[in-house]
């Protein structure tokens, strides 16, 4: 009895012993398993985010080693930044595969060029002028993020007058605010931000210096507050104020100034820089690079009455399907065995379609002249409506099914439609292993 009760005490250990062995052993492989997992995503997470910065960095050097001479338009190169949007079928334990696709957005900037300290002169084709490189799908779009232009002001003492170079539509609210700062400072007297400490700080100044949104109205502004009124030259970091030197521009050899000013010169409470000005008889004619008539701007949206009309990319994304031969997916099922083998072919699948993936990008709605976007980008297949007349986004004609398929920019609502055609040839075959003489059901 003794002997059968130890062979069964050393029996239960054993057992106990592979068990546990067992148990330790699959949190061990977990344990490796998920470190093997951490590591192969961060190679991969670092991989995508160096990959839009190794482009720009290509971009720099490649587009700024050919600028030679006079040519200088290539340093709009100098600093670039980089953007990629794919739309990438996600994982799936489907049978027949993932129809799902997943937006996967990767940015990065970079510099490498021969001209980072080069001085550039207004005159000069847009090499004052940073780009953005925009990939949509394979799709390539190179987007400024300012414009230049030659602004024209008028004063007559009773009204302004304001245009900028091209057709688009003045802004009434902005010409009101030019006419009456005009009014109240004097003809040429343009805005500009004073920063508390530096020159041209007041401590005591008149209201319209706090008047933030300069509506001529101070009484909704925050310093108004009655417990911020009298702190206001403490507490606040800036103030609208004169730009000083603007007013001798005319006095100057050639109306050129020694060094850039920055003046809101078309009211849109957004600075300007100004690189030249001439003053003949209450019109004011003006060499501007403006941060907020590129094809994109950082500029506040609040002026945006519908928030579908706010810049950027809009992440609703629609997707066209077309099937050859009136076909998504093709299965065919057999029963034969495949020669050579033992194996018995149950079920392939194939499919032949081309999926439309269509991105919605919203540009910037004060942009200089819709047809140099159009010039600049051949990605563009079709361009519609009037750049003269502004309308809402999505009221004009590329949302129609003659451009389904086509990238279009709309010039009237400045919205882009890319539209990018990937097509689709996966599929799969599943193998059930038999032996010859037996069925499989």
């Not at 319209?208 to 911020?228: K, P």
Request: proline share 4%.
């Amino acid at each position: 009895m003794k002997d059968e009760k130890m062979k069964k005490s050393v029996l239960s250990r054993r057992a106990q012993a592979v068990i546990e062995l067992a148990v330790f052993g699959s949190v061990f492989i977990f344990i490796i398993g998920s470190i093997f997992q951490q590591g192969y995503s961060s190679i991969l997470y670092q991989q995508g985010m160096l990959e839009p910065m190794r482009q720009a960095l290509y971009e720099s050097y490649s587009k700024t080693s050919q600028a030679s001479g006079s040519d200088t338009s290539a340093y709009k190169y100098n600093q670039v930044s980089y953007m990629i949007v794919e739309d990438r079928l996600s994982p799936d334990v489907a049978k027949y595969g993932s129809i799902e696709r997943r937006p996967v957005i990767k940015t990065g900037a970079g510099s490498m060029s021969k001209g980072l300290f080069y001085s550039f002169d207004f005159d000069e084709e847009s090499g004052l002028i940073p780009v953005t490189i925009v990939m949509i799908n394979g799709k390539r779009f190179d987007l400024t993020s300012a414009a230049k232009y030659t602004a024209s002001v008028c004063f007559d003492g009773t009204s302004v007058t304001m245009s900028r170079g091209d057709s688009a539509p003045v802004s009434e609210k902005n010409r009101e605010r030019l006419e009456r700062e005009f009014k109240s400072q004097g003809a040429g007297h343009f805005l500009t931000v004073k920063v508390r400490g530096n020159s041209g700080w007041y401590s005591v100044g008149a209201d319209w210096r706090w008047d933030y949104n300069r509506n001529g109205d101070f009484s909704d502004d925050l310093w108004n507050r009655a417990d911020l009124i009298g702190r206001r030259s403490a507490l606040a970091l800036w103030q609208w104020g004169t730009a000083d030197p603007f007013p001798s521009f005319a006095a100057l050899s050639g109306g050129e100034a020694p060094s850039p000013v920055s003046a809101d010169v078309n009211g849109d409470l957004t600075e300007e820089s100004v690189y030249w000005a001439e003053a003949d008889n209450g019109c004011y004619t003006l060499g501007v690079i403006d941060p907020a008539a590129g094809d994109i701007s950082s500029e506040d949206a609040g002026d945006f009455a519908d928030p579908d009309d706010v810049p950027g990319l809009k992440m609703d994304a629609a997707i066209y399907t077309q099937m050859e031969d009136g076909t998504v997916l093709e299965i065919r099922n057999g029963g034969a065995f495949i020669p050579g083998t033992n194996d018995l072919s149950m079920s392939v699948s194939k499919k032949r379609q081309l999926d439309v993936i269509s991105r919605v990008w919203q540009l910037n709605r004060k942009m200089y002249k819709a047809e140099n976007f159009i010039a600049r980008n051949p990605a563009v297949e079709v361009a519609c409506g009037n750049p003269s007349v502004l309308t809402a986004a999505g009221e004009g004609g590329c949302c129609m099914q003659d451009n389904q398929l086509k990238t279009c920019f709309d010039m009237s609502s400045r919205t882009l439609y890319i539209r990018s055609r990937i097509r689709d040839q996966r599929g799969r075959m599943w193998i059930n292993k038999v032996e010859p003489g037996k069925l499989v059901f």
